[in-house]
Nanobody
Framework: QVQLVESGGGLVQAGGSLRLSCAAS????????MGWYRQAPGKQRELVAVITSGGTTNYADSVEGRFTISRDNAKNTVYLQMNSLKFEDTAVYYC??????????????WGQGTQVTVSS
């Protein structure tokens, strides 16, 4: 079994910063990509940022230059540093990982979601 635990969401004023964390634990053999998605009320879930096992990153155009994704492979943890936050960044943020777990093989796992609210 694999568990993802997210932390770091909250309420922040526009222009402020937050840092999200997502730690994976369990019978993990290897972690491929790790990323963040978000879903605002009434909208579809969208990709925010992703980082491969080799460190290659990709960002949504809307967050490019403001958000930074990183990972600590020793801790099986992915981070999302969010700067210059805007009202439109308000959403529930979900961690997404592609993990090879014992007896399961490579499977996509989702975190429980953490609320980010940006006040204008």
């Amino acid at each position: 079994q694999v568990q993802l635990v997210e932390s770091g969401g909250g309420l922040v004023q526009a222009g402020g910063s937050l840092r999200l964390s997502c730690a994976a634990s369990g019978s993990i053999v290897s972690i491929n990509s790790m990323g963040w998605y978000r879903q605002a009320p009434g909208k579809q879930r969208e990709l925010v940022a992703v980082i491969t096992s080799g460190g290659t990153t990709n960002y949504a155009d809307s967050v490019e230059g403001r958000f930074t994704i990183s990972r600590d492979n020793a801790k099986n943890t992915v981070y999302l540093q969010m700067n210059s936050l805007k009202f439109e960044d308000t959403a529930v943020y979900y961690c997404n990982t592609y993990i090879w777990a014992v007896g399961v093989g490579f499977t996509t796992y989702w975190g429980q979601g953490t609320q980010v609210t940006v006040s204008s």
